[in-house]
Structure formats: C-alpha cells, structure tokens
C-alpha cells in the first residue's frame, strides 16, 4: 500500500489550510509565510499504528516538496511536519500522507 499516485488531485489557495483524512491518517496542514514553510500535525485516527507515515506537498505549477522522514503514529497518536518552502512562489497547492505496510 502507500507510495505512488496518492494525490488527490485537489488544490487549495496559499492561505488556505489543508484537513483531510486518508487511510486513518488526518493531516492539517499550512503554509507559515512567517518561517517559509508548511506546518502542521498528523493525527492517528484508528486503532492500531501507522506505519512509515511521511507527508508530501505539491505546490501548483512548481514542484513537490518532501517526503518528510518516514515515522511510525501509534493508535490514537499524532507527528509534527515541516516542509521548507524556502524560495519557492506559489498560489495554490496540495498535499498527502503515505504509508506503508508495518513490518514484522
């Protein structure tokens, strides 16, 4: 599971704020103009862990930003994510969390 093709395809403004759900994973997501970066929280919502979460943004018409590192959520739990932007222009983009199968 995880991996390739796991965008979806929705663009929201510069200021706007991503929160959506995907595979248990809910991730809230802005763009801080302040520090240059995206920042925000993904939140566990089942009941048993995420495996090899990372997040990924798309910016429109420019390039993709991430994956953040790869981190296991547990049930219930929740990661902080930063994404420089640094340098980049933009009006709109998108973003994701993928996952992988756990492990052993």
Known sequence: EGG?????????????????VR??????????????????????TTNGTLCAVRVEVHLGDGPELGPTARTDVPAGGSTSVTLSAAGESFERWTAHPELSACQG
């Open 4 to 20: 390739e093709g796991e965008e979806s395809g929705i663009y929201v403004a510069r200021g706007d704020t991503w929160d959506a």
């Open 23 to 44: 595979r248990g994973a809910r991730l809230v997501l802005a763009f801080n103009a302040a520090s240059g970066a995206f920042e925000g929280t993904v939140h566990n």
